[in-house]
């Protein structure tokens, strides 16, 4: 079975400081996807980021970074200088490329930068 | 930009009314998805369809039944809602594996 855990529930900085949320996935699948979406007050997922799991670069896109590592089944998600507007519920997902292709969800963090 | 739909964005209702929540895509996808969410918490899916006439439950049991009898097209339909089927119902819909499953904007609906 596939499992995504985010351990941390709710998270509260100030703006401009730095903040990771992380993503511990579980599957037996030798290849797989690792997504994570952005789901502001307006209810709508809004996509960030596909990884693959033959592909262990760390991602940077603006203010906003991801760490893969399979060693230890970890994503994470950092964003660099903090804004008002990265205010969100974060979830990270990971999907198998078998069947459905269902994607299962951690349980979000949700992020609130403080002005 | 995704151009999946879902209408309407909030509903109220009474107990016991018939409801059909819908989603479109203009995208040519094949496989689509409902999930539900309670606010703010995870997402749970509650059906799937790899095609056309092609449905399927998901891994959270749902009182609710869907339909898929055109490709851009997968309705969502509660014979009657209860309180208990207050939440947030999500369509999604991807092209493939490789691919990142696209999000509608959602449905909040709440039953009195």
């Known amino acids: 079975a596939q499992k995504v855990t985010q351990a941390q529930t709710e998270i509260s900085v100030v703006e401009k400081e730095d903040v990771t949320l992380d993503c511990v996935y579980e599957?037996?699948?030798?290849?797989?996807?690792l997504f994570w979406y952005k789901q502001p007050p307006s209810g709508e997922l809004v996509f960030l980021i596909r990884r693959n799991s033959f592909d262990e670069q760390n991602e940077i896109s603006g203010r906003y970074s991801w760490n893969f590592q399979k060693s230890t089944s970890s994503f994470n998600f950092t964003i660099t200088a903090s804004q008002v507007v990265d205010s969100a519920v974060y979830f990270c997902a990971l999907r198998g490329i078998q069947g459905a292709q269902k994607l299962v969800f951690g349980q979000g963090t949700r992020l609130t930068i403080n002005p | 930009e995704a151009d999946i739909y879902q209408t309407p964005r909030y509903l109220v209702i009474g107990t016991g009314k018939k409801i059909t929540l819908e989603c479109s895509q203009t995208?040519?996808?094949?496989?689509m998805y409902w999930y539900q969410q309670d606010p703010g918490m995870e997402l749970h899916l509650i059906h799937y369809s790899y095609g056309v006439n092609s449905t399927e439950k998901g891994d959270l049991s749902s009182e609710s039944t869907v339909s898929r009898i055109r490709t851009e097209h997968f309705p969502l339909t509660l014979e009657s809602a209860r309180p208990s089927h207050t939440s947030q119902y999500l369509c999604?819909?991807?092209?493939?594996?490789?691919?990142?499953?696209?999000f509608g904007p959602g449905t909040r609906l709440t039953v009195l």
């Open positions: 999604a819909s991807t092209s493939g594996a490789y691919n990142e499953q696209f």
């Open positions: 599957t037996r699948d030798t290849t797989y996807y």
């Open positions: 995208m040519g996808h094949d496989k």
